[in-house]
């Protein structure tokens, strides 16, 4: 699992304390996709141990941890071209232990490179609807099981008007501003330079603009993955007045104050699997405006309502690598960001009290917190039942050597 504070992250840490609450469990974690300070197990629970490792690790690491501990359930998650040294250990593994999948791949078209990994694992969670789909695509044969992400409502809730009063006066510069955030990594797919850039446009666009709009970026403006957003800032030469960087990590009871100062939450990731921050903001009552890809689209509209306002991708990139032959990119225009965040800004009062009250209750209703936690515990306790454990592994296939 990723110790990376990133939305799979957070979720993968809700489903273990979930998986502990029943008393039934026990868990160790290959802690990576960080560099880590010290390399000393770091016993998270009293049942839940994590050994920091370099990357994803390596068969050298799992060959130690299956002999010393016998798990009864290998889980593993992101991309399986991290793990290419896992499908060289068969005779370790296959035979002896149940794998699960948890995917979280967020973009056609259909990966049907993908086929023989999906076929590899006895069962596969997916993590959106555009997941689940290419899933039951491109492998029909496996168990794919739809887990959506949740955001905690012990944090991520709506806070009343008055309980907001020390935010604002510890953020002064903030009163009376129709703050729009954006809370993500700092990553090129996240299109964080091209927000700066485009913000600045906006608030030029018409003087009250200016005089009453206010971005924050949440976010680490120096991540290597990503640009060098305190330059871009001062290169368009936007002042306080309309733009903060906000770069101290900060625990989910003081992220929800931003979601609920937030006038809107802002996301036009090029390509997204789920994308936390946005299901986050709507819990605390603040719609969206997105782009319409991966899982952000089922967020902003259930099919009949909208939660906020969906951009429609104006092209559509096909990238790829070595690795991964192809995948699109779904890239908005300038335009329509524009004319998005003119229309939220816009909004009739009682429209935009409307849609935030429907957000609320659209992730009540498709994103429960507590059916997420069951889901998991139901499917993982499936798992042991139907293909055993270490020791009463049965209902599998070998691997085809020659596909993998």
Not at 64 to 87: C, H
């Amino acid at each position: 699992m990723p110790i990376l504070p990133s939305g799979v992250a957070i979720q993968t840490r809700y489903m273990i304390e979930a998986l502990l609450a029943t008393g039934e469990f026990q868990v160790l974690s290959l802690g990576g996709a960080i560099k880590h300070k010290s390399y000393e197990p770091i016993q998270a629970a009293k049942e839940w141990k994590i050994y920091p490792i370099d990357g994803y690790g390596s068969r050298e690491q799992l060959s130690s941890v299956i002999q010393g501990f016998q798990p009864d359930i290998l889980w593993f998650m992101t991309d399986p071209r991290f793990y290419e040294w896992l499908w060289m250990m068969e005779d370790e593994i296959r035979g002896d232990i149940p794998m699960v999948y948890y995917h979280v791949w967020d973009n056609y078209p259909y990966p049907k490179f993908n086929k023989k990994f999906y076929e590899s694992n006895d069962a596969v969670a997916t993590i959106s609807k555009v997941t689940s789909d290419i899933v039951q695509t491109v492998a029909p044969s496996v168990l794919e099981h739809y887990i959506p992400h949740a955001a905690d409502p012990q944090s991520f809730k709506v806070i009343p008007e008055v309980n907001l009063m020390e935010f604002y006066r510890n953020n002064p510069s903030l009163i009376n501003k129709k703050i729009f955030f954006w809370n993500n990594r700092n990553a090129r797919r996240k299109q964080s330079g091209t927000l700066i850039h485009w913000w600045n446009d906006f608030i030029n666009l018409k003087p009250e603009y200016k005089e009453d709009c206010m971005l924050i970026m949440h976010t680490d403006p120096a991540d290597p993955n990503g640009q060098p957003l305190h330059y871009i800032a001062a290169e368009l030469n936007l002042s306080s007045e309309n733009f903060l960087l906000s770069t101290e990590k900060l625990p989910a009871q003081a992220l929800a104050l931003f979601y609920n100062a937030a006038y809107c939450t802002v996301n036009i990731s090029d390509a997204e699997g789920f994308g936390l921050s946005t299901l986050e903001s709507l819990n605390c009552g603040t719609p969206i405006i997105t782009t319409m890809t991966g899982g952000l689209q089922e967020q902003v509209t259930d099919g009949e309502e909208w939660f906020g306002i969906g951009i429609e991708p104006s092209s559509k990139a096909v990238i790829g690598s070595q690795q991964v032959p192809y995948i699109y990119e779904d890239r908005v225009s300038r335009e329509d960001f524009l004319n998005a965040l003119e229309t939220m800004y816009g909004m009739d009062p009682e429209e935009y009290r409307s849609m935030s009250a429907k957000g609320v209750e659209h992730v009540k209703k498709n994103y429960s917190f507590e059916s997420y936690q069951n889901k998991w515990v139901h499917f993982l306790k499936h798992i042991h039942e139907h293909f055993g454990s270490y020791e009463t592994r049965k209902n599998y296939k070998n691997w085809d050597k020659n596909t993998l």
